[in-house]
């Protein structure tokens, strides 16, 4: 009993560790956000100031504009296609399907340097060159895998019997499709979607390799702030993207009840 005890004290205290390990540069870094000294010295002092005067930065704001636009389109678009992807492969039988499906694989397991240099020279091969039409077709060759990974994960648990039970009562393609198969299979769309937009917005190698002066994202430009001089309108932006961006997950899981029903 003692020792069960013990373990579980230990157990709850690495989980308590991990999260502290995670989760406390982020509290630090939101708290200098608001801290009236650029260089984070102590004792605290409350202000806005560099909240302020984020809105002024041009560059911060622009790189930030670009990175939301491209990850909204690159998720709109691996979504879709990569949903309508998973159903191919779920629902035929074609010459060269499990080569496709292998194929799936290789660009999320190959380093992102590697690919950004062969997305850097493809596209001067073939006349795109870089800028930020290239860098949205790079984060939608990134992220498509992603999604159609985790929609076809999703669909190995739906029920064949269903569409055949649809069909049966007189319904068409489009209306099993729409009315039984989406549904089932949307927290999967949702997730994966999720997934292409985090891979995009937080794309830093594929973005810099592709990037232009004056076209840049967001992680592109905190690295050219940082070579130049950090400064704590850094934090007051990542601040503000992460309390953005935890609270669509929470509204998501919410919604969707990813967490499943109680």
């Keep these: 009993m003692a020792t069960t005890r013990i373990l579980?004290?230990?157990?709850?205290?690495?989980?308590?560790?991990?999260?502290?390990?995670?989760?406390?540069p982020i509290v630090i870094m939101a708290l200098m956000s608001f801290n009236v000294s650029p260089f984070y010295q102590l004792p605290f002092e409350w202000t806005t100031e560099w909240?302020?005067?984020?809105?002024?930065?041009?560059?911060?704001?622009?790189?930030?504009?670009?990175?939301?636009e491209i990850a909204v389109i690159t998720t709109i678009l691996c979504t879709a296609l990569g949903t309508a992807a998973s159903l191919a492969f779920y629902r035929y039988e074609f010459r060269g399907k499990k080569f496709l499906q292998a194929l799936l694989f290789p660009p999320i397991a190959i380093p992102w340097l590697i690919t950004g240099t062969a997305m850097l020279i493809f596209f001067f091969g073939v006349g795109i060159g870089r800028?930020?039409?290239?860098?949205?077709?790079?984060?939608?060759?990134?992220?498509?895998?992603?999604?159609?990974?985790?929609?076809?994960?999703?669909?190995?648990?739906?029920?064949?019997?269903?569409?055949?039970?649809?069909?049966?009562l007189g319904a068409n393609q489009w209306q099993v499709t729409r009315r039984v198969t989406l549904p089932w299979i949307m927290p999967g769309v949702i997730a994966g979607g999720l997934f292409a937009f985090a891979v995009s917005f937080d794309q830093f190698v594929v973005s810099y390799f592709l990037s232009t002066p004056g076209q840049t994202t967001l992680p592109v430009e905190i690295y050219a702030a940082i070579r130049k001089g950090f400064t704590p309108e850094?934090?007051?932006?990542?601040?503000?993207?992460?309390?953005?961006?935890m609270a669509l997950m929470l509204l998501t899981a919410r919604f969707f009840k990813f967490g499943g029903e109680k």
């Design 234 to 245: 850094i934090n007051a932006v990542s601040t503000i993207i992460i309390v953005v961006s």
């Design 131 to 168: 800028g930020l039409f290239a860098i949205l077709l790079g984060h939608v060759a990134l992220a498509l895998p992603y999604v159609i990974v985790v929609v076809s994960a999703r669909l190995q648990t739906f029920a064949p019997e269903l569409e055949e039970a649809a069909r049966s």
């Design 8 to 24: 579980e004290w230990l157990g709850r205290l690495y989980i308590w560790l991990l999260l502290a390990f995670l989760y406390l």
């Design 51 to 68: 909240y302020a005067s984020l809105w002024q930065n041009d560059q911060l704001i622009s790189a930030t504009s670009n990175s939301i």
